[in-house]
C-alpha cells in the first residue's frame, strides 16, 4: 500500500455500512442533481458577496476548474499519499495510492516512467491526484490502461503514454460514473483512444448490465496526440455522457474520432485545436444530442484527405445509441476558424457541417435544417476566446506543462505550428517511429519532515507548522481550499480569497506561459 500519511477513512454507505466496489462505482443516483445544486449554490454566493469562510461545495475542484465536473470536491480534506516510487505495485507505488479507499490527495516523491503490466484502476471514489507535485520532468505512466471506474476524480498534470501494441485500449478510459475532471494532461500512443470518457456499467435488479452516461465531466486543456495506427485505429477519443464540457484541448496526429460523441445529451466542446487528423474530426451523437461546437480551430496537416475532409469541422450522426431513430440531435456550430477556408471559416454551414453519404444540395439543407440549432444548449461556464486566441493559448499552455513539458509534448507543439511532422505524414504504428519513450529526470524531493504532503521550507515561509501531520488537511485562511491544496496549486494559504467569484477562478500555475 502507499505510504499512509493520515487515519484512512473507508467508503460508507448512509446507513454507515461499508461499501462493495460495485456500490461504490453505482451509487451515483444523485450525481446530476448534486452537481447542479452545487452550482445554484456557487451562483449564489457570487451574488450575494459571501465573504465568510467557503463551503467546500461552493469553491472549484482548485483555481482554474471551469466546465461540467468543476465541482468535484476531488480527495479533498481526506488523507494524504505519497508516491515514493516507479514500482508497478506494492508499498509507496502508483498502484497502492489510486487503489486506495477513502478520500485521498495523491502526491509525489518520485519523477519518471511508471511501467504498468496490468489495468490500473481508481474504484474508490473522491481523489485528488496532483501531477504537478512531482519533482525532476514529472511522471509518465506506459505500459497498461489508466481506468477512472468511479465518481469525483481530480487528475492534473500526467501523462498516460500507453505504447502497448499487444492489448488494444485506451491510454486513459474506464468507467467514469460522474463528477470528474481531466486537467492539463497528455495522452498518446493508445490502441483503441487516447482518453475516452463517456458511460459507466450499472448492475440492475436481475444482474444484468446496463451502460449509462457518465455526468458532469470536465476533460480541460489536456494534448491526445499519435494514436497508433497499427490496426487502422489511431483513435483520438470518445468523450460524452450528461452534461458534460471539452474546452481547451489539443488533438494532433490521430485518423479520427477527434473526439467522436458517444453519447447523446449536452455535448459542450469549445476552443479546442484539432491538427492532422486523416477523415474525422467530431462526429457522433444521436437523437437526445444537444452539441455546441464553438471557438475551435482547425488546421488540416498532411495527413488530411483531399476534399471535403480538408475543411470538416463536424460531422453528425444519426446514431441510434440511446434514443429514438426517428428523431434528429440539434447542433449549434459557431465562431470556429478552419486554416486555409475562408469561405468555411466566416459561414461554418458552409461546408463545414457535412452528413454521411448525402451530396445533394437539396438533401444537405433537409438535413441542416432538422439538426442546426440557432442558440447555444446550456452549458456550465468556460472562459472563452476567439479560436485564433484559443489556439496561441492551447499550444502554450495545454497538457502536461509541469514539472515541464515533456519531449514528446514539445516536438508535438513544434509540429502543430510548423505543420511539418518529424514522422512520414505525421500518423504512426508504432512508439519507436518518433523515438518511443523520453527519459525523465529525477530529483530529490523537497524536505518534508511531518509528511502531511507540504515541504518545509513552504510551510515555514507562511508560517505553518512544519512538524504537524495534520497540518495539510487544515485551511488556514477559510476560504475552502486546504493548506496541501494551497500549496500544490501555488496559492497563498493565509490569504482568504473568494473562489466562487468567476473573476479568482484562475489557474496560477498556466501564469507566464504564453
Known amino acids: 500500500m502507499a505510504k499512509l500519511l493520515t487515519k484512512a477513512t473507508p467508503d460508507e454507505s448512509k446507513s454507515g455500512k461499508l461499501m462493495t466496489r460495485s456500490e461504490r462505482i453505482y451509487d451515483n443516483s444523485h450525481l446530476f442533481l448534486r452537481q447542479l445544486l452545487l452550482t445554484l449554490i456557487a451562483t449564489a454566493l457570487v451574488t450575494t458577496g459571501y465573504a465568510g469562510a467557503m463551503d467546500k461545495a461552493a469553491i472549484p475542484a482548485f483555481p482554474g476548474a471551469e466546465g461540467a465536473g468543476a465541482f468535484t470536491p476531488g480527495g479533498r480534506g481526506g488523507k494524504v499519499l505519497e508516491v515514493t516510487n516507479l514500482n508497478d505495485d506494492g508499498p509507496g507505488s502508483l498502484r497502492a495510492a489510486f487503489e486506495a479507499q477513502g478520500p485521498r490527495t495523491v502526491i509525489f516523491r518520485v519523477s519518471g516512467i511508471v511501467t504498468l503490466d496490468r489495468l490500473l ?34 487528475l492534473r498534470y500526467l501523462r498516460f503514454r500507453r505504447g502497448n501494441i499487444k492489448d488494444r485500449n485506451d491510454a486513459l478510459g474506464g468507467y467514469p460514473v460522474g463528477n470528474i475532471i481531466v486537467d492539463h494532461c497528455s495522452a498518446s500512443w493508445g490502441l483503441d483512444e487516447n482518453l475516452s470518457l463517456y458511460r459507466y456499467m450499472k448492475k440492475m435488479p436481475d444482474g444484468s448490465d446496463k451502460k449509462m452516461p457518465a455526468e458532469n465531466i470536465t476533460i480541460q486543456w489536456c494534448i491526445s496526440s499519435e494514436a497508433l495506427d497499427l490496426n487502422n485505429h489511431a483513435f483520438g477519443a470518445t468523450w460524452g455522457g450528461k452534461n458534460c464540457s471539452f474546452h481547451h484541448n489539443l488533438f494532433a496526429c490521430n485518423t479520427g474520432r477527434n473526439p467522436s460523441i458517444g453519447w447523446g445529451d449536452h455535448f459542450d466542446f469549445r476552443n479546442n485545436v484539432l491538427f492532422n487528423w486523416r477523415h474525422r474530426t467530431v462526429d457522433g451523437g444521436d437523437a437526445s444530442s444537444m452539441v455546441n461546437i464553438v471557438g475551435n480551430y482547425y488546421k488540416p496537416g498532411p495527413a488530411v484527405n483531399e476534399g471535403a475532409s480538408r475543411y470538416r469541422i463536424c460531422r453528425p450522426q444519426h446514431l441510434d445509441m440511446h434514443s429514438e431513430a426517428q428523431r434528429d440531435g440539434k447542433w449549434y456550430v459557431a465562431a470556429n476558424f478552419v486554416a486555409g477556408n475562408p469561405r468555411v471559416t466566416s459561414d461554418n454551414w458552409a461546408g463545414g457541417v457535412q452528413f454521411d453519404d448525402v451530396e445533394a444540395e437539396e438533401e444537405i439543407r433537409a438535413l441542416v435544417k432538422k439538426v442546426r440549432a440557432t442558440a447555444p444548449a446550456p452549458a456550465p461556464h468556460v472562459t472563452e476566446q ?111 480569497v473568494d473562489y466562487s467569484k468567476p473573476e479568482n477562478n484562475r489557474n496560477a500555475l498556466s501564469e507566464g506561459l504564453k
Open 386 to 496: 476567439s479560436a485564433r486566441k484559443a489556439y496561441a493559448l492551447v499550444l502554450a499552455q495545454a497538457g502536461a506543462t509541469l514539472p515541464e513539458r515533456d519531449p514528446v509534448d514539445k516536438r508535438i507543439i513544434k509540429i502543430v505550428r510548423t505543420g511539418k511532422p518529424t514522422y512520414k505524414n505525421g500518423i504512426i504504428d508504432i512508439p519507436s517511429d518518433v523515438g518511443g519513450w523520453p527519459q525523465y529526470k529525477s530529483v530529490r524531493a523537497p524536505a518534508d519532515s511531518d509528511h502531511d504532503g507540504m515541504p518545509d521550507a513552504w510551510e515555514r515561509k507562511f508560517a505553518l507548522e512544519w512538524n504537524d501531520p495534520s497540518d495539510g488537511v487544515k485551511d488556514a485562511d477559510g476560504d475552502g481550499y486546504t493548506n496541501i491544496e494551497e500549496w500544490f496549486n501555488s496559492t497563498n494559504p493565509k490569504q482568504f
Open 121 to 154: 484502476t481508481i474504484s474508490s471514489p473522491y481523489v485528488t491526484v496532483a501531477g504537478q507535485t512531482a519533482p525532476g520532468d514529472g511522471i509518465c505512466i506506459r505500459g497498461q490502461t489508466t481506468e477512472i471506474n468511479t465518481h469525483d476524480v481530480v
